[in-house]
């Protein structure tokens, strides 16, 4: 069995330099190992927490998708998928919600920076915090346990969340899985290899330090640019360099090959001046990225393109998602479509001739009208009835199918159709080629 390797992208900024070697390449990388699954998407519902401009998160969807692709992921391999796609992903975050202890949440990082700082500042604890940041562990663990992932790659800010994921699985597994496991536990998975990039002054590349190298946007002027504002110590041309201690060697390191990033050294311990440091830099990000920004450019050009990618990653996803949820809803004591109508599914009498007992089943239809369908011993439909008012008409055509010899009485046959009515009143119809199996399923139930 392939390991399942899942991980989500918030679309709320544009991607940076620090984005694509700590995130986007190493997961690239993974994803074509002949023995991972890799479950790649476009986390909007998180978006939507920390973002409320419309447009903000809708571009940010279009640039993070095009740069994944132009970086080579490939949507065949890989499962590709946006979140608000997957109508899964909000159905189970209620049902983990239910079973999520809120003292659990009441410890969350993310949660617990919002209040000290409103404590901090003497406002109410609560102030600007909302259901969305503090559920915000729910949804994460949604995203990863209706995939049922086993690894989770993620920076450290959110092994956290991956501990709380494994903890609302295994409450549910207690709760719903009758001594089965229903959802995987997953791992966290970090990367030590993977560079965190220095920015501009030296501290961890990041938009909220306004100190970021641009990947692809602005072209490779923009990159430029950037990398000539890197801050460097004021040692002049032909003064020997700390390599070890320069941030600029850390950016390089990041794109070279070992025996490059020796030769560099050596010419910085040499005196290379700082200025031509830059542009030999420049010269190596540029090696890896220009190939990719031609295919960006030509994403960004045709959107629709982007969307045909991620509609069928929403395809192939729900493909396991859909049948997975149904599952769940069968395990917590849902059934699709069944709402009770006044005296809901009424309860089957013996066995029929296939084992499981024939039954009647109530629900509301989409017009908000009462029906009910008989379903036979094996769980097939026998026949579905004519909507109702109200759900008491509906019960008692149910009452009066169950007296002996009713539905002879009820019946009449037109058209290879048998036509049954209660009061001069249609209440159901079904082909003749089932009258049998409707005839033995009541009987089951009235015997
Ligand atoms: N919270 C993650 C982050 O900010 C993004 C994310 C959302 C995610 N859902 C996920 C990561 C599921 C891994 C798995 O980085």
């Keep these: 069995m392939n390991t399942r390797v899942l991980t989500g992208i918030t679309t709320t900024g544009t991607p940076h330099l620090g984005n694509y070697a700590g995130a986007i390449r190493p997961s690239i990388q993974a994803s074509t190992r002949p023995d991972v699954d890799a479950f790649y998407f476009m986390a909007d519902y998180h978006a939507l927490i920390k973002c409320e401009d419309p447009a ?33 992903i909000p159905e189970l975050c209620w049902m983990l919600s239910c079973v999520t202890a809120k003292g659990l949440m009441n410890r969350a990082h993310a949660y617990k920076a919002a209040v000290d700082q409103n404590v901090a500042r003497h406002v109410d604890e609560d102030d600007g915090v909302t259901m969305g940041l503090f559920s915000y562990p729910v ?33 549910f597994n207690h709760l719903y899985g009758q001594g089965q496991d229903l959802f995987v536990l997953p791992e966290v998975q970090i990367d030590e290899e993977v560079a965190t990039l220095p920015g501009l002054d030296g501290r961890k590349m ?33 003064e020997p360099k700390d390599a070890e ?44 990225l220009a190939p990719m920004r031609d295919r960006y450019a030509e994403f960004m050009a045709r ?76 769980g ?26 009713a539905l002879q009485a009820m019946s009449r046959k037109e058209g290879g159709r048998v036509l049954v009515s209660l009061d001069e009143r249609l209440v159901c119809a079904y082909s003749v080629e089932v009258a049998g199996d409707v005839e033995q399923a009541l009987a089951s139930l009235n015997s």
């Design 56 to 88: 903000r998160i809708a571009r940010s969807r279009v640039e993070i998708a095009a740069t994944w692709l132009a970086a080579g992921l490939d949507p065949e391999r890989v499962t590709f998928y946006r979140q608000s796609d997957i109508p899964e």
């Design 303 to 378: 959107p629709e393109r982007i969307e045909d990618i991620l509609q069928a990653g929403a395809r192939k996803a729900r493909r396991l998602s859909a049948p997975f949820i149904e599952r769940l809803r069968v395990a917590v004591g849902f059934r699709r479509n069944v709402v009770a109508a006044g005296a809901a599914a009424v309860p089957a009498g013996d066995a029929g001739p296939k084992g499981k007992p024939a039954r009647f089943v109530s629900f509301r239809d989409e017009d908000g009208r009462f029906r009910f369908r008989l379903i036979g011993g094996d």
């Design 206 to 238: 990041s938009k909220s330090y306004d100190n970021t190298i641009p990947l692809f946007e602005g072209g490779a002027q923009a990159m430029r640019a950037a990398v000539m504002r890197i801050v460097t110590d004021s040692r002049g041309p032909g």
């Design 245 to 288: 201690n320069s941030h600029l060697y850390t950016l390089y390191r990041a794109f070279a090959a070992p025996a490059e990033t020796a030769d560099f050294r050596r010419a910085l311990e040499e005196g290379l001046a700082w200025g031509e440091a830059k542009k030999r830099l420049c010269d190596r990000i540029d090696g890896e």
């Design 380 to 405: 097939a439909e026998l026949l579905l009835s004519e909507a109702f008012d109200d759900p008491k008409a509906a019960g008692t055509v149910i009452k009066a199918l169950q007296q002996p010899g």
């Design 139 to 171: 949804l994460m663990a949604a995203d990863i346990l209706l995939f049922n992932a086993d690894k989770v790659p993620v920076g450290r800010d959110q092994i956290q969340h991956l501990e709380m994921a494994r903890d609302i699985a295994q409450r």
